[in-house]
């Protein structure tokens, strides 16, 4: 009977690591340090041998096109043939072999694909056919003209696409640094300057004017107290000058009434205003009356 106690006395038994359902655990001893993947979080370092991938789990694209001209686009670039003169027998079979591969996979997709694949069989038909004679002058109409039209228009207008996408775009190429910065508020008053304060205080005063009332007050004057003031003045003095009868001080209205006295007094023969001779100045004074 052979004995499988190693060196160390351990049962060669112990080393397996025995699972619950009775299997054998497939882990090797030596890890390599590289998982193959990882199965609910635990890493995995050998396939399983009963593994099964489904046909449609893992689908690779080698070549993606956006439409049925970005694929006959790349089919005559990559030949290298000359745009305006396309070999339709050519382009057509390389076509539909590619459509009757997505066809397998994706009919939904295939269709959009079938539709252009029949506009070049119609050409190809067409250009099998005598072509229709032209009038003096102009040329025969090119069946494959408005592929050709459309085909040049879509390559223009992919290479400004690829222009734009070559551009650097945020979020993608770069990101916008933000910084934060705070900020205290500090209120500052404005210096001042004795000009602006003069041409300040002026305006007021401008404004000041312009909204103004005048105000007029009514003040009663009397003529005969200016008659008994004027005879006054003349019983202290034998000849008054006229002018010195007036103070021009207090205004016109006072000169007014004091001038109507006084003729009011030359009327009623109360006093005599007399003339030396023509320029010569002018005298007043009381009437003469006979004791």
């Known amino acids: 009977m052979t ?32 998982a193959r993947a990882r199965l609910y979080g635990e890493p995995l370092f050998q396939l ?6 489904p046909p449609d789990a893992l689908e690779v694209f080698l070549e993606a096109f956006q439409g049925p001209l970005d694929l006959l686009l790349y089919l005559i670039r990559k030949q290298n043939f000359n745009i305006l003169d396309i070999p339709m027998a050519q382009v057509t079979l390389q076509y539909l072999e590619y459509v009757e591969q997505i066809r397998k996979q994706n009919l939904e997709l295939a269709a959009e694909y079938l539709l252009m694949a029949a506009m070049l069989i119609e050409i190809k038909s067409r250009m099998l056919l005598p072509a229709k004679k032209a009038d003096p002058g102009e040329e025969a109409e090119d069946p494959r003209a408005e592929l050709v039209r459309r ?30 910065i705070e900020q205290t508020v500090v209120t500052r008053w404005p210096d001042v300057d004795m000009d602006d304060l003069k041409a300040a205080w002026a305006d007021v005063l401008k404004r000041a004017k312009l909204t103004a009332h005048h105000h007029i007050s009514r003040e009663e004057l009397s003529v005969r107290e200016h008659m008994t003031g004027i005879l006054r003045r003349l019983q202290s003095a034998r000849f008054v000058e006229f002018s010195d009868l007036f103070e021009p001080s207090r205004g016109v209205p006072v000169l007014v009434v004091n001038f109507i006295a006084l003729l009011e007094l030359a009327k009623e023969t109360l006093i005599e205003i007399t003339q030396a001779e023509a320029f010569a100045p002018i005298y007043v004074r009381l009437s003469y009356s006979p004791s």
Do not use: F, H, W
């Open 3 to 34: 004995d499988n106690t190693g060196s160390d006395g351990s049962s060669a038994v112990d080393a397996l690591d025995i699972s619950p359902a009775g299997q054998q655990d497939t882990t090797p001893d030596v890890i390599d340090g590289v």
């Open 48 to 53: 399983p041998n009963d593994l099964y991938i």
């Open 151 to 180: 085909l040049l228009e879509y390559e223009q207008i992919k290479l400004a696409a690829m222009e734009l996408d070559a551009l650097p775009q945020v979020g993608r190429d770069y990101v916008r640094t933000q910084v934060y």
